[in-house]
Antibody, heavy 122, light 112 residues
Framework: QIQLVQSGPELKKPGESVKISCKAS????????MHWVKQAPGKGLKWMGW????????TYADDFKGRFVFSLEASASTANLQISNLKNEDTATYFC???????????????WGQGASVTVSS | DIVMTQGALPNPVPSGESASITCQSS???????????LNWYLQRPGQSPQLLIY???TRASGVSDRFSGSGSGTDFTLKISRVEAEDVGVYYC?????????FGSGTKLEIK
């Protein structure tokens, strides 16, 4: 069955970096885009951007330009999110979510990972 | 950015009753192809979100027909018929007409 399995919780200090992975299984990886969504503790959902898994092209929401990098290890059906120069406000759960790479469906997130918790604290 | 505003529910909702969740967008989500670019998701307690409805009124695969979506270009409703215990959680609307994709702040459903 379709699964998106994310890496485990991380505890980091301000200024450090973190890399979150999202391993896909049960479908053809390059048929679906991968989106990233942030959820701060007790808060709602915020879209960070997406990566086209066929071309490798990332697109970032304005609030996530600069310190955030989406990447792929296509041979391992894995999408990654790297955050550098961590700040306290990066403390959140980060979800990966797939969407069909078809016209009209690129932004319909039909399966989600379980979430990866990142805590930034000195 | 397109702002999505969600209404609250008069919680708790009695089991077996219907519940309607409203969502309003700051810009029409009706595109020139005739589709309305709005999704609905449910996030159950301690879980990741799941897709319920896309293009305003199309149910996602495996979603109960107790869930239905409707609306106009800027005003939308998710109706849940005969609410059950498994419907508990936070419901989010999300527009995908323009970048950045934006979500509503969420509407919590509790069952009595």
């Amino acid at each position: 069955q379709i699964q998106l399995v994310q890496s485990g919780p991380e505890l980091k200090k301000p200024g450090e970096s973190v890399k979150i992975s999202c391993k896909a299984s049960g479908y053809t990886f390059t048929d679906y885009a991968m989106h990233w969504v942030k959820q701060a503790p007790g808060k709602g959902l915020k879209w960070m951007g997406w990566i086209n898994t066929y071309t490798g092209k990332p697109t970032y929401a304005d609030d996530f330009k600069g310190r955030f990098v989406f990447s792929l290890e296509a041979s391992a059906s894995t999408a990654n999110l790297q955050i550098s120069n961590l700040k306290n406000e990066d403390t959140a759960t980060y979800f990966c979510a797939r969407a069909p790479q078809l016209p009209g469906y690129y932004y319909v997130m039909d399966a989600w990972g379980q979430g990866a918790s990142v805590t930034v604290s000195s | 950015d397109i702002v999505m505003t969600q209404g609250a529910l008069p919680n708790p909702v009695p089991s077996g009753e219907s519940a309607s969740i409203t969502c309003q967008s700051s810009k029409s989500l009706l595109y020139s192809d005739g589709k309305t670019y709005l999704n609905w998701y449910l996030q159950r307690p301690g879980q990741s979100p799941q897709l319920l409805i896309y293009w305003m009124s199309t149910r996602a695969s495996g979603v109960s027909d107790r869930f239905s979506g409707s609306g106009s270009g800027t005003d939308f409703t998710l109706k849940i018929s005969r609410v059950e215990a498994e419907d508990v959680g936070v419901y989010y609307c999300q527009q995908f007409l323009e970048f950045p994709l934006t979500f509503g702040s969420g509407t919590k459903l509790e069952i009595k």
